[in-house]
C-alpha cells in the first residue's frame, strides 16, 4: 500500500477527503494531519509517497513545509493546493512542488493525480534513477507562465487576445517565441507581430508547447565546459519537435494528436538537458564511452549513470503531471519495443522523427544514430508507413535554427 497524506487546518476537508477516495481508491492509504508539526512528526515515523498540503498554514506555511519536505524526503512527490492562491505564492512555491491543485478538491482529480505518482513511482523502480534524480541541484519545475496559459484557456470566455496578454507579460519569451514561429521553419505567409497572431495561427497548444520548451530550456545557463551545445539540443529538440507534428498531421491526428506529438518531441531530450547541466563532467565521460566504443547513448548513460536521459526526463514531466502518451514518448523514444502499443501514437512519431534528425547530423550523438526500430513499428500495424514518414520529414521546411536557438 502506498501512503497519501493531506495537511489541512480544517478538519472537515480532511474527512471529505477521506470519503470520497475510499471508493475509488485501492492502493492507497490516506491520511490527514491539521499542522506542518504534525506533518514533521509523521514523516519521521512512516514513510509517506505523496504529501498535498494546503499553502495556508499557520506556523511555519505550506510552503515552508514543502520545502523542508523536499530537503529532508526527496522522494516523496509534493503537491501544493489552494483555493486562493495568488501568482506570487505559486511562483515562491516553484522550487519545492511538483504539482499545484485547487480546492475544492475534484475527486476525479485527486485519483488521477494519486494514479500518476503511482505510475511514476513504477517508472522509478530502478534506485540508481530514483538516487539521481533526488541529487540532481537544479530540477527545473513546471513553468508559471506555461500553467498561467493553461488555466486561461479553460476558462469558457479564453481567447487568443487573453492567452497573448500572458505571454506579452514576459518580454525575452515574446522575443524568444517571435524567433521562431517568424522562420521557414513554420512555413507561415506572413509575419507574426503580436503572441495573439502566434496563438491565431499555430494554434494554443502549439504555442503552449513552445512557451514551456523555451523556459525550460532558459533556465540553465550556456557555458563553455559542458559537453556539447545547449544551442544544439534545443535545435534538435525543435526539430524533431516538427517532424512529429508534421507525422501526425499525415496520419490525420487531429488537433490534440498533432500538437501532442509536437509537445513530446519539443521535451523528449529534456532530460538529458538535466543530466548535461548537473552532470557536466560525467557526461563527457558518456560522450568519450560512445566515442570510443561506438556505442548508442542510452548504453553509454546506464554504463556511467545507471540510468538513461530518457528516464531522468520521463521522471521530471511525470512529476510536472503532464499526461501519460507525452510521458511515455520521452521515456522509450529510444526503446519503443518496452512500450508496444497497437496504432499510431505520440511515440511511435517522435521515435522516427528523433531517429530522422540523428541521421541528418552524427555529431548531434557522437555519432552512434539512433535506428529506426522496425519491428517495433511492425508490432503497431506501422511497418509500411516508415517510408513516408520519412519523405514527411524531409519535406518540412529546413530552418535556419541557430537563428532561434
Known sequence: MKTVLFVDTEPRILEE???S???????WTVLGVGTPEAAQALLAERPVDVLVSDVHLSGIGGIQLLAEVKSRYPRVVRVACSSCAHRDTVIRGLDSVHQFVTKPFDTAALTRMLDRASSLQSRMANEALRDLVAGIAKLPSLPTLYQDLVAAMQLPNATADSAGRIIAQDM???????QIVNSVYFGLRRTISSPAQAIALLGFDAVKSLVLGVKVFSEFKHDAALPFSLEGLWTHSLQTAAHARAVAQREDRGPMGVEGAFMAGLLHDVGLLVLVSNCPDRYASVMEAIRRDRVPACEA??????ATHA???GVLLGLWGLNDALVEAVVFHHDPADCVQEGFSALAAVHVANAVDEERDPALTGGAATSVDREYLKACGLADRETVWR????????????KAA
Open 21 to 27: 477516495l475510499a471508493p475509488v481508491v485501492k492502493e
Open 391 to 402: 519523405a514527411t520529414c524531409e519535406s518540412v521546411g529546413q530552418a535556419d535554427m541557430k
Open 301 to 306: 548513460e546506464r554504463s556511467v549513470f545507471q
Open 172 to 178: 525575452a519569451m515574446v522575443s524568444k517565441l517571435f
Open 311 to 313: 528516464d531522468v526526463g
Open 17 to 19: 477527503v477521506r470519503q
